[in-house]
């Protein structure tokens, strides 16, 4: 009698599946303590320290601007005094 190429298929897969996968449990039981170790505080649970006394860095003290370079009040060597007026020419 031959045998079905489905039957021998099903058993030829559940042989290799045993002998190279480990029981599912083991691998949950991994997965589980992984997973303990990993967890991250919930924001909603753990208090803000600084909400009733927030710690602010001190204001930077207000400086004034440095001094420009004052304009001319000399009037300039050559030219017509400021007051003159147009020439045409």
């Keep these: 009698m031959k ?5 021998s298929t099903g058993r030829l897969w559940r042989e290799v599946n045993e002998l190279n996968h480990r029981p599912c449990q083991a691998v949950v039981n991994r997965v589980d303590k992984e997973a303990a170790t990993m967890t991250l505080p ?43 007026p147009p020439v045409t020419v």
Excluded at 3 to 7: N, P
Excluded at 51 to 68: C, G, H, R, T
């Design 3 to 7: 045998q079905s190429s489905s039957g």
């Design 42 to 84: 919930n924001p909603v649970e753990v208090p803000d320290p600084n909400i009733d006394d927030p710690a602010l860095p001190e204001p930077v003290p207000e400086q004034e601007p440095p001094p420009s370079t004052p304009p001319p009040n000399e009037t300039p060597v050559g030219d017509p005094p400021a007051n003159a």
